[in-house]
Every structure is written in structure tokens, then in C-alpha cells.
């Protein structure tokens, strides 16, 4: 995942990112009249994977509209977490993009992390949205050894 695609998303969204010692998390989002306002905490992320993971997800905050106060109940925050992990992982991990690295014989979540430039945490978020969630497969069609399997 490039990293101009994320800030280019960003701007399409009128969300400005902003550098702040947050304390709690790695990112997150503020949203005030319609704009929005992502805080990154970069003391708390330790690389440029973890980054762009987090700016993802923010972004599906933006995207969804999927804000809540720090009060709400905590069932109203899973569910705005969802929404905002389900569109990063379909803006960002498309289905068929993952299919095509593993017919390429990426077939680990750590060589799929390191194809995707993103932390292993969050390709095996998207696998599990995928595989386990909507239920699709993954075909292995171009893997020349039969016994290779996607280990979630």
C-alpha cells in the first residue's frame, strides 16, 4: 500500500492529519462539522507499516462517517471500529489483490505483510474479513507445490 494513496484518500475525505502525543493510541479521529481532524500519535507507532495501518483505519472513520463521543456505549464504539476496519481493509486489501499475491505464492501472513507494506496484525485482519467473515476463498491455482496452505 502506498502511502500517497493514503494521503490522497485524505484529502478527498477534508481530513487533515495532525502530529499529537495522544497518550492511548496510536490515531485517532476528531470530527467537528463535518471535517475531520486525524491526531497521530507517532511516539506509539514504530514504523511506517504500523502508520499506514492506522491511518487506514482513521480514514474509515472519515469514510463511514462512523465518529461517537468518548462516552458512547461501548457496543455503538465496536460497532463504529467495524465499520471503519471493514472499509480500510476493502479500500486498501481489495479481495482480488490478496488473491493475486497469493497466486504469485504469497501464502503466509508475514509474506503477505511484507508485499503489502503493512504490519502482519493487519493483513490477518483482512483475512479474517474475508475468509472467515464474507466467506470467500482463495484460490492457489499458480502455486506449483500442492501442499502449500494459507495459514490464518
Known amino acids: 500500500m502506498e502511502l500517497?494513496?493514503?494521503y490522497r484518500d485524505a484529502q478527498t475525505l477534508d481530513?487533515?492529519?495532525y502530529p499529537y502525543n495522544i497518550g492511548f493510541a496510536g490515531a485517532a479521529t476528531v470530527e467537528v462539522a463535518g471535517r475531520y481532524?486525524?491526531?497521530?500519535?507517532?511516539d506509539r507507532l514504530g514504523s511506517l507499516q504500523e502508520f499506514k495501518a492506522a491511518l487506514a483505519h482513521e480514514l474509515?472513520?472519515?469514510a463511514t462517517g462512523c465518529t461517537h463521543r468518548v462516552s458512547s456505549?461501548?457496543?455503538l464504539v465496536c460497532r463504529h471500529e467495524y465499520k471503519a476496519n471493514r472499509w480500510a481493509i476493502q479500500r486498501y486489501l481489495?479481495?482480488?489483490e490478496l488473491q493475486n499475491a497469493v497466486s504469485a505464492g504469497y501464502t503466509e501472513p508475514w509474506q503477505l505483510?511484507?508485499?503489502f507494506q503493512l504490519p502482519e496484525t493487519a493483513v490477518r485482519g483482512a483475512l479474517n474479513y474475508y475468509l472467515r467473515v464474507r466467506g470467500l476463498r482463495l484460490s492457489l491455482i499458480h502455486i506449483s507445490e500442492p501442499t502449500r496452505h494459507l495459514r490464518i
Open 4 to 6: 500517497s494513496v493514503l
Open 15 to 17: 481530513a487533515r492529519i
Open 37 to 42: 481532524g486525524i491526531f497521530v500519535d507517532f
Open 60 to 62: 474509515g472513520h472519515c
Open 73 to 75: 456505549p461501548y457496543d
Open 94 to 96: 481489495p479481495f482480488e
Open 113 to 115: 505483510a511484507e508485499y
